[in-house]
C-alpha cells in the first residue's frame, strides 16, 4: 500500500499507528468475549472519565447529541420552556432543544473566545422574561474550539435566574479553568467521542457527566428504553443510546494516550502556530490567532484563526488546499440563519452581529498532537505566501 503524504487536517491515522498494538489488543479481547455491548469495559471507561473529569457519575452513551437530549429529558425539559444556546456552534447544541419541544433562544458570542457572551446572555434572560410567554429554564454552553466558556459569569447568571447549566463540552473535554477540568462546569455536562473530537473514538460515542445521583439514575434509564428495576419493565418513554463495548476498550487505551502526552502534545502545536504566525508577519496582515484568557486551558479541539475582513477565504481554501494543506470552516452559517429554526426559536433584540461576522471569516487549520514542528511551519509559510500573492491582486 502507498502511504499517503498529504497533510491531513487531523490525523487520525498517525495516532492509530501510535497506539496499534493496545488498540488491537483491546478489540481481539472484545470480540474473544462474546459481549458487545456494556459490559465491563463500558464500566471502567466511565469510571475513568469520571475521575479525569473530576465529578461523580459518567455514563455513557451512544453519541454527543444524544448525550445533550438526555440531559434536557432528565430535567423534563419540553413545551413551553426556554433554552439559551450560544449562535455560533455546531447544529446539534440547538437541535436538542427543538428535539425534546422546548424553544431554543440564540445568544450572541463573544469575538475574541467564540464563545456566549455573559451580557449578551443578560439581554437574552430579560427579553425572554418580559417578551415572551415562555418559561426561562436552561443555559447551554459550549466549550467552543476546545476552550471552556466563561463559566465564573454564567454560573452566577445561572444562580440568579434559577437556571439550570448544561455544558456541552464536546469539544471542550481535557480543557480546564484553573485546574477545574471541562465537562465538570455544568449541572449536567456532555461530550462527544466521534472521532475528530480531541478524545474520539472509532465510530459514534458519548458521555453524560453530573454529580447529581438522581440525574445519573434517570439518564441511565432514558438511555436503555426507560427502563425500571429490570430490563422488560419500562417506567418511562426513553431511547437507545449505548457506548459499544469495543468503542469502551479503544477508548480506555486513547484516554490514558491523552491524559499522559496528547493533551501537552496539542498544547505544544498550538503555541508553535502562535509563534509561526507572528514570525512570518502573518498578525501584521490582520490576521488574529485565537486566545486563551489567563487561568484557561485549551483542549484545542481546534485552531482557530480570524481572517481579516474582505479577504476571499474560499479562493484562500483552495490555494491551500493546492499546496496540500486541508483547511476547514467552523462554522459557516449561525444558528439563527439554519432553516431549521424557523420560525421556532427566539433572537434577541440585540441580534447577533458576531456570530455573523465570525462566519463568515473563521478558518480552521490541520492542528492535533500528532502534527510536528515543521508541519506547523509549512502551513503558515503557504499562508503567508498565498496572502502575499492574493494582496497583488
Ligand atoms: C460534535 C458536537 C456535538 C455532537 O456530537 P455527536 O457525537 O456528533 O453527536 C455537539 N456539540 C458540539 C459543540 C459538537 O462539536
Not at 430535567?75 to 413551553?80: A, E, L, R, T, V
Not at 422574561?129 to 476546545?146: A, Q, Y
Not at 499546496?323 to 433584540?349: E, L, N, S, W
Request: negative net charge; glycine residues 8%.
Amino acid at each position: 500500500m502507498k502511504r499517503e503524504n498529504r497533510m491531513q487536517f487531523r490525523d487520525l491515522k498517525a495516532q492509530y499507528q501510535h497506539l496499534k498494538p493496545e488498540i488491537d489488543d483491546a478489540i481481539e479481547r472484545v470480540m474473544m468475549s462474546g459481549s458487545y455491548i456494556g459490559g465491563a469495559d463500558v464500566e471502567e471507561l466511565e469510571e475513568a472519565l469520571a475521575d479525569f473529569v473530576g465529578v461523580k457519575h459518567c455514563v455513557t452513551c451512544g453519541n454527543g447529541t444524544d448525550a445533550l437530549q438526555l440531559a434536557l429529558m432528565a430535567w423534563g425539559i419540553g413545551p413551553g420552556d426556554a433554552v439559551f444556546v450560544p449562535d455560533f456552534t455546531f447544529f446539534s447544541s440547538g437541535e436538542i432543544v427543538s428535539t425534546v419541544g422546548a424553544t431554543p433562544v440564540f445568544v450572541d458570542v463573544d469575538e475574541s473566545t467564540f464563545n456566549i457572551d455573559p451580557a449578551k446572555l443578560e439581554n437574552a434572560i430579560s427579553y425572554v422574561e418580559t417578551h415572551s410567554v415562555l418559561c426561562p429554564r436552561v443555559i447551554v454552553t459550549v466549550d467552543l474550539f476546545g476552550l471552556p466558556a466563561a463559566y465564573d459569569s454564567i454560573s452566577a447568571i445561572c444562580e440568579a435566574h434559577d437556571l439550570l447549566l448544561l455544558e456541552d463540552g464536546a469539544q471542550g473535554l481535557g480543557g480546564s479553568i484553573k485546574e477545574q477540568r471541562a465537562c465538570s462546569f455544568g449541572d449536567i455536562s456532555t461530550t462527544s467521542f466521534f472521532p475528530a473530537k480531541p478524545l474520539g473514538g472509532y465510530g459514534d460515542g458519548g458521555a453524560v457527566f453530573t454529580d447529581d445521583e438522581c440525574a445519573a439514575k434517570l439518564i441511565r434509564s432514558f438511555a436503555v428504553h426507560g427502563k425500571g428495576l429490570q430490563k422488560y419493565d419500562n417506567v418511562r418513554i426513553g431511547m437507545n443510546s449505548r457506548l459499544d463495548s469495543i468503542q469502551a476498550a479503544m477508548l480506555r487505551v486513547k484516554l490514558r494516550a491523552f491524559e499522559e502526552y496528547e493533551l501537552q502534545a496539542a498544547s505544544d502545536v498550538a503555541s508553535w502556530y502562535c509563534t509561526q504566525l507572528d514570525a512570518c508577519g502573518l498578525e501584521d496582515e490582520g490576521i488574529v490567532a485565537p486566545i486563551v484568557p489567563p487561568g484557561f486551558v485549551s483542549s484545542w479541539a481546534q485552531f482557530t484563526l480570524k481572517l481579516p475582513a474582505g479577504l476571499p477565504r474560499e479562493a484562500l481554501r483552495e490555494e491551500m488546499a493546492a499546496a496540500g494543506i486541508p483547511t476547514m470552516v467552523y462554522y459557516p452559517k449561525p444558528m439563527h440563519d439554519q432553516v431549521a429554526f424557523r420560525d421556532r426559536c427566539v433572537i434577541p433584540p440585540d441580534g447577533c452581529v458576531v456570530a455573523s461576522r465570525l462566519c463568515d471569516r473563521v478558518l480552521s487549520l490541520p492542528m492535533g498532537p500528532y502534527m510536528n514542528e515543521a508541519e506547523v511551519i509549512n502551513v503558515c509559510e503557504n499562508l503567508r505566501s498565498v496572502i502575499k500573492r492574493q494582496g497583488m491582486k
